[in-house]
């Protein structure tokens, strides 16, 4: 409840730096006027009510008055006036509730802290600040006053409390970036654990500060892994620890010693079809991978071979071409080709 209020009040003193009961110290450069006859608890304002906000007036001249202090018998009304005068008058002010006080009840999510906390007791009309707090490693990501959204505040006031009030603050972990490249004559992708890395390209993810990431790499067909660098080092999964911005490169390089098999008396793998042509005797079946190689074949030994293209890179499926970007001669032997191309 608020009444309004109008009343006379002459004053015959001006005091710098204190009030005439000398009850309160106020800035040594501020004029004081304190009027004690219109803040007594009584009819001026109703039982139980003091002035909380008004104006003086002489003239002119209007200044804002401001409450200083109450007491249970009486409350003490003060003003900054700039020039000397007499018989100023209360024209109109707001008188509260007098001895009612308010909770303003304060908590926060996990990740920081705010003061005060917890059941905070106003007195009617009065104002309280707090104080948003985050944890390392943490920011505010809300604040909400009577479950309304108020944004990312680091502090809030509440201005003449009327009545209980709440208020709660968010916080939300830091997060870094990891940065994923890629590097050398092969593919493959790269797989993090806690998701968020699922590449065969250069890609980036966010995660909260200190999360403990670890790479998987995985070739692609007719590759292999070379290897880390950057923030990582070896062929293992990599582990990286985000207390920062990382970065990691994997290298995954063409598997070209295993591109060619030999099956027969002298099984082994070879890098190149000419390779394997020279260690073949004859009846062997020469196997290649579905993949492009850079030669010229000539074959000039007496010897007949059967070559078969389009292997998988377990040599378990003959479905693709393998594809010879070079010249063919025949000079002795013979050769049946399957899967064969040539440009």
């Not at 608890?41 to 009510?49: D, T």
């Not at 968010?170 to 940065?179: C, K, Q, R, S």
């Not at 590759?223 to 911005?245: E, I, K, P, Y």
């Not at 377990?314 to 071409?321: F, K, V």
Request: with cysteine; hydrophobic share 40%.
């Amino acid at each position: 409840m608020q009444r309004n209020i109008s009343s006379r009040c002459p004053f015959t003193t001006f005091l710098k730096g204190y009030d005439m009961k000398r009850m309160m110290r106020i800035r040594p450069v501020l004029y004081v006027i304190v009027c004690s006859m219109l803040l007594s608890r009584g009819a001026a304002h109703g039982a139980g009510y003091h002035v909380q906000r008004g104006f003086f007036s002489s003239g002119g001249g209007r200044f804002t008055a401001t409450e200083y202090k109450l007491s249970a018998a009486l409350g003490y009304f003060a003003a900054t006036i700039s020039s000397k005068s007499t018989n100023y008058r209360i024209v109109a002010g707001a008188s509260l509730p007098y001895g009612v006080s308010y909770t303003l009840t304060a908590s926060t999510g996990p990740g920081g802290s705010m003061s005060p906390i917890g059941a905070v007791t106003v007195v009617s009309g009065g104002e309280r600040t707090f104080v948003i707090i985050p944890a390392e490693g943490y920011h505010i990501a809300d604040v909400r006053v009577d479950g309304v959204s108020q944004g990312a505040l680091e502090n809030y006031v509440f201005q003449v409390v009327t009545a209980a009030r709440s208020i709660e603050a968010f916080f939300a972990p830091n997060t870094v970036t990891l940065n994923v490249n890629f590097a050398g004559t092969g593919t493959g992708s790269v797989l993090s654990t806690p998701s968020g890395i699922a590449c065969n390209t250069t890609c980036s993810a966010q995660f909260e500060t200190g999360t403990q990431v670890i790479l998987h790499q995985k070739p692609e067909a007719y590759s292999l892994f070379s290897g880390w660098s950057d923030a990582c080092a070896g062929n293992s999964d990599c582990t990286v620890v985000m207390d920062g911005n990382k970065t990691v490169t994997a290298a995954f390089d063409k598997d070209t010693a295993h591109s060619v098999w030999v099956d027969g008396a002298n099984q082994a793998y070879y890098p190149s079809i000419l390779r394997a042509y020279f260690s073949a005797t004859t009846g062997n079946i020469v196997k290649a991978w579905g993949t492009d190689f850079t030669e010229d074949v000539n074959l000039n030994q007496n010897k007949a071979l059967i070559f078969k293209g389009g292997y998988d890179s377990g040599y378990a499926l003959e479905s693709g071409m393998t594809i010879l970007k070079g010249t063919l001669t025949i000079t002795n032997g013979s050769l049946t080709v399957d899967n064969l191309q040539i440009r």
